[in-house]
């Protein structure tokens, strides 16, 4: 389909370990978010690009969390030495103009043991 | 602190009633609001929004009303259909800076009784 993709839809790590999760925006679309819902919340934000560029990476938790988007379409969350508290739903979003309409992914469940 | 608040975390409505689902914020520099709807296992979709200059939008059976000076919002759904049942969200954006990030509330899930 023309949506969101994102990948893994689902994975199982134990702490400590490296993971990272993929999101391909829809075509045309150059603004890309990350948001991260834990159980019980609302999706909160992580960080916004424009471009290739983080224009704004002010919700990363800590410096575990890094993000890019190399050639300005799909984007890697990495997410270093993981821990339980982060497990969650991360959600990827894109819009085709800054402040448009997102348009969100299915999300990847990240569980760590 | 939460700056978007849902205080109901769940609401039961008969089909073909009306539902209301309310949505409360504190930040003075939120000026437009959204409303998304989520099923399981899938990502938010955009339902509905109001900007601060206005105090209704209406889009089919979903209507939205923005009362700015008690800072609340509130949802109607008219008439309620089972396919309705799902997480509603309720989101709020700032104007000027950091305009693009949405601060949302912790959802009201719905469910349509048949």
């Known amino acids: 389909g023309a949506g969101v993709s994102q990948t893994p839809s689902n994975k199982v790590t134990e702490k400590g370990k490296y993971v990272e999760l993929r999101c391909d925006p829809i075509?045309?679309?150059?603004?890309l978010y990350w948001y991260r819902q834990s159980l019980g919340q609302g999706p909160e934000f992580l960080i916004y690009f424009q471009g290739t560029g983080a224009a704004d990476d002010s919700g990363l938790p800590n410096d575990r969390f890094f993000a890019v988007r190399p050639e300005g379409s799909v984007s890697t969350l990495k997410i270093q030495r993981t821990e339980r508290g982060d497990s969650a739903v991360y959600l990827c979003a894109s819009s085709e103009t800054t402040a448009g309409e997102l348009f969100f992914g299915e999300g990847s469940r990240l569980t760590v043991l | 602190d939460q700056q978007v608040k849902q205080n109901s975390p769940s609401l039961s409505v008969q089909e073909g009633r009306i539902s209301i689902l309310n949505c409360d914020y504190t930040?003075?520099?939120?000026?437009?609001f959204l409303w998304y709807k989520k099923y399981p296992a899938e990502g938010p979709t955009f339902l509905i929004s109001?900007?601060?200059?206005?105090d209704k939008n209406e889009d089919g059976r979903f209507t939205v009303f923005l009362n700015k000076s008690a800072k609340h919002l509130s949802l109607h759904i008219v008439p309620s259909q089972p396919g309705d049942s799902a997480v509603y969200f309720c989101a709020a954006r700032p104007f000027g800076a950091g305009s693009y990030q949405l601060t949302f509330g912790k959802g009201t899930k719905l469910s349509v009784i048949p």
């Open positions: 109001i900007s601060s200059i206005k």
């Open positions: 075509s045309g679309h150059t603004a």
């Open positions: 930040n003075s520099m939120f000026d437009y």
